[in-house]
């Protein structure tokens, strides 16, 4: 399988995430410490910086300076006044020296104080002229030098000039000092911010390189991430297309039993043909008996192939519900009719009932309503050896609320065990076939069949049971009530033999041409055989036929392609009839020979009653012509015969007989006013009267006038349907009184 | 007669002030501290009694030019400028020692600059950078304390020129 090979990598992904996680966890805690470290550092750093700036702030030492070149100014321009003043010129300015001098001081005071001596404190030359200013100006406080002095002492200021040039030389020193010192103070100070700025620069640096290592890692993770959706996506497609396989396997396998059940079911079309045909020939009676249980058994053979048909295309998907208009009361006639022979055979009462609220018409597939309901019948009968089957058809609520159609099947049988009621609807397995075989018949597929098509009906089937008690097998359906179908000649069957069909038949197999020549001969048809669609075109060309039956699997030209060319050919050949044969029964084959053009379609193998039916419908709407009805319908007399004593059945003909006179009346009434609605009123009463009875010859031309007859109806067909009408009521009478019935 | 008393007044006036300086060194009355001149109503002459009769104010600080905090004490600068009306944006500060900086109107409006006459309490010498000192609070407020305000307080100051 595809997968097998996604599949050997996977433990060995599976071992690494667990040491792969944790080197993945190393290496984010390393880089988390790295870039902590990082971070405390670029801290620090500025700390110190801004601690190196507030410094500078604090200290002034540019300010300071200044200071000292200020202090040399009042130094030279002290000087300079106290020679002006002692000096000949008599306009002195006795205060503007005194304040000169003070002004001095302060600046000198300004060299003493705490940030200066701070800076300046590791210079020899600092200490020594500060002390030879504060000496001269304590001596020249004591003098003391002030406007006083200087008006009246001028020569002590020469003095005092004297002793100021010794001092010149130092404070030019120490200007030149200080700024010496703080030019060098500054480039102390820059080469740490020059220091500073490289470390910041190598922190930046290692800043980028976690940052990229980390951005790395984020790819890295992102395309190990990619990596790994591009590996979840291939896994999904391996399944996917694992998926696939399997699945086409197992419609592989699903159309191989599809196929197989149709090869076996080909030569079944032509044994059982031959089987039916045998039985009209001279036979002994244990001949007869010995064909009996041939027939039975080839029944029984192909009862199992359409199982297992049934199964295998539910397993390839090929299961259609077709919903159309069904007559429940129809419906549960047919079932009864179908189900009665074996019932009666077994002594059992049969009883089947439909409560007044449920709808007579419902939308339902009727075919598998049917198949369901016969399985539920044919298995209750099977294992009742005596008392009562029924089938009660009810109207009831679901849960929701919603209306519910139950058909309960009730048995007084064998009933069945918990454990066989477990296991009732799943297929036998090889170990308990043997157990289940014998008591479900069949394959044992019967009932897990019911329930499939009851869920694809949108219902199911529940089953309770008593071992020895009997069973009650529910269907519950939700089927719409629907308006009443359109009168099709299907619904109304078996209306006597119709009329002689020249037929074209397009069949390959020798069997099958052989028994449908044999039946369409007993039907009184005229059949013309070809081997394959070509033949069968070209002898359509030269001949006019009614109806064409085409195998759709011939060689030369299949079915479908020889339908296309017939309906490609100029009317009134393109009209013809075509009904496909096919022993595949899918419903895919059956549209697409619809598609084709085909008009009907039947799967093979094709029981005589199936196709008598099938020419009458499409053989009657070729022509306006009646089918001569067969005058009474022999098996409904023995049905009531069976099911009524002798005198009842005969008071039966003898009231209907008797109520031919009101009739006549009644047809007589409506003719005269021409009332369509009063003609139609009759006539359906007559129609349903007569078949109770059988009397075929009076409920087809009843039924004949009763779909004709309309405000708008050509009413001379009318007048002469009414007379074949009255003609038929007059025979049925001398037929009554001829079977001695009335 | 109203000519001779004129005469007689004005020779009179001449005799008692030979020259500002002249009176200025002769009569210890009272020193003209502060000049206000430039774009003002009227140009005023504070001395000290003047000075210290307007709304006194005192803060205690650091400055780069005192070991320690020290108490300023005298009046507000916006106070002084009210008396002489200025009309202009600009106060250029003088000092006697010649030094002379610009001072923004809106600093002496926006913050309590004082013209700081007492020191602790004490009149300041010209040798202690009295007698005037103009004192920012540079302890209450950081911004203050940097080269610019530093280098606009002026100290030995003897005159504002509103520019």
Redesign the interface.
């Known amino acids: 399988m595809s997968d097998a090979a996604a599949l050997p990598d996977k433990p060995h992904k599976s071992a690494k995430p667990g040491t792969q996680r944790k080197r993945w966890r190393l290496l984010m805690a390393a880089l988390g410490t790295l870039l902590a470290l990082a971070f405390a550092t670029v801290g620090l750093l500025q700390s110190r910086q801004y601690a190196l700036l507030n410094a500078t702030t604090h200290y002034q030492d540019d300010y300071l300076v200044w200071s000292l070149f200020q202090f040399e100014a009042e130094y030279l321009k002290l000087r300079l006044a106290l020679e002006q003043a002692a000096g000949p010129s008599t306009a002195v300015d006795a205060e503007g020296v005194e304040q000169r001098y003070e002004i001095f001081v302060s600046r000198l005071g300004l060299l003493q104080d705490e940030h200066a001596v701070k800076i300046l404190h590791a210079h020899p030359d600092y200490r020594r002229t500060l002390e030879r200013c504060q000496a001269f100006v304590q001596w020249a406080d004591l003098l003391p030098l002030n406007a006083e002095l200087v008006r009246t002492r001028p020569q002590a200021l020469h003095e005092v000039i004297a002793r100021m040039d010794g001092m010149a030389d130092a404070i030019r020193d120490l200007s030149l000092t200080a700024s010496h010192s703080v030019a060098t103070q500054v480039t102390e100070r820059n080469d740490l911010v020059r220091q500073q700025n490289r470390q910041s620069i190598a922190l930046t640096l290692l800043q980028c390189a976690l940052i990229l290592g980390l951005a790395g890692l984020v790819i890295h993770q992102l395309g190990r991430l990619a990596r790994f959706g591009r590996a979840q996506r291939a896994l999904a497609q391996s399944l996917q297309e694992a998926r696939r396989e399997v699945e086409s396997g197992s419609r592989a396998k699903s159309m191989f039993l599809a196929n197989m059940s149709h090869e076996l079911r080909t030569p079944m079309h032509g044994l059982l043909g031959m089987l039916a045909l045998l039985k009209d020939t001279q036979l002994s009676r244990p001949q007869q008996t010995q064909l009996q249980a041939a027939s039975d058994s080839a029944r029984h053979l192909l009862a199992v192939l359409n199982d297992i048909l049934d199964v295998s295309k539910m397993e390839a998907g090929g299961i259609g519900i077709h919903a159309e208009p069904v007559h429940l009361p129809a419906l549960l006639r047919e079932l009864e009719e179908l189900s009665w022979p074996q019932a009666i055979v077994k002594g059992l009462d049969l009883n089947i009932r439909m409560e007044s609220d449920v709808p007579a018409w419902v939308s339902a597939d009727p075919t598998r309503l049917r198949q369901i309901l016969l399985n539920l019948l044919g298995n209750a009968i099977k294992f009742s050896e005596r008392g009562r089957v029924a089938l009660r058809l009810s109207h009831q609520h679901d849960a929701l609320g919603r209306d519910l159609l139950r058909f309960e099947v009730s048995d007084t049988g064998i009933g069945m065990d918990a454990a066989t009621q477990a296991r009732l609807f799943q297929r036998s397995s090889a170990d308990d076939a043997s157990a289940t075989a014998p008591r479900f018949g069949s394959a044992g597929l019967g009932l897990e069949i019911s329930r499939s098509l009851a869920r694809a009906m949108g219902g199911d089937i529940h089953a309770s049971s008593q071992a020895g008690r009997g069973s009650v097998f529910s269907l519950e359906l939700h089927l719409p009530e629907c308006a009443p179908a359109p009168m099709l000649a299907s619904s109304a069957p078996a209306n006597g033999p119709p009329r002689r069909l020249k037929i074209l038949v397009s069949e390959d197999h020798d069997t099958n041409r052989a028994f449908l020549e044999a039946v369409l001969q007993r039907l009184g048809h005229d059949a013309v055989f070809c081997e394959n669609g070509l033949e069968a075109l070209q002898r359509l060309k030269g001949e006019d036929f009614d109806l064409v039956l085409m195998d759709l699997h011939t060689p030369m030209m299949d079915g479908y392609q020889a339908t296309r060319a017939m309906r490609a050919l100029p009317a009134p050949k393109s009209t013809v009839k075509i009904i496909a044969l096919s022993a595949d029964a899918y419903a895919e084959s059956r549209q697409r020979a619809l598609a084709a053009g085909m008009d009907d379609f039947l799967a093979k193998p094709v029981g005589i009653d199936q196709l008598a039916q099938t020419l009458s419908r499409h053989g009657s709407s070729l022509t306006a012509q009646l089918p001569v009805p067969a005058p009474l319908d022999e098996t409904k007399l023995a049905e009531l015969r069976s099911h009524l004593p002798e005198g009842k059945v005969r008071q039966l003909y003898a009231g209907f007989v008797a109520n031919l006179a009101v009739t006549r009346q009644a047809l007589a009434q409506a003719r005269g006013r021409r009332d369509s609605a009063a003609l139609r009123a009759t006539c359906h009463g007559l129609k349903g009267a007569a078949a109770n009875l059988g009397l075929l010859l009076v409920s087809t031309p009843a039924e004949v006038l009763e779909n004709t007859a309309h405000e708008d109806s050509d009413w001379a067909q009318i007048e002469q349907q009414i007379q074949d009408l009255l003609d038929a009521l007059s025979r049925s009478e001398a037929l009554c009184s001829e079977r001695g019935l009335s | 007669m109203k000519a001779w008393a004129l005469s007689v007044a004005l020779v009179t006036a001449l005799l008692l002030h030979p020259a500002p ?1 002249a009176h ?2 002769d009569a210890p009355g009272p020193k003209p501290a502060l000049t206000i001149s430039g774009r003002v109503k009227t140009p005023v002459v504070f001395d000290m009694a003047r000075l210290a009769a307007l709304p006194q104010h005192s803060f205690t600080t650091r400055t ?4 320690g905090p020290r108490k300023f004490t005298g009046p507000l600068l916006r106070d002084v400028l009210a008396v002489a009306g200025i009309q202009g944006q600009t106060i250029e500060a003088m000092a ?2 010649d030094y002379k900086v610009t001072i923004p109107v809106e600093d002496a409006m926006r913050v309590d600059v004082v013209v700081a006459r007492l020191v602790d309490d004490k009149p300041m ?5 009295g007698p005037l000192f103009i004192i920012y609070p540079f302890d209450s407020d950081e911004a203050l ?3 610019i305000y ?1 280098s606009r307080s002026a100290w ?1 100051l003897k005159g504002l020129v509103i520019r």
Request: aromatic share 10%; hydrophobic share 40%; no cysteine.
């Open positions: 300086a200025a060194a780069p030019w005192h070991a006697l020692n010498a010209v040798r202690d950078k304390r940097n080269s530093y030995q």
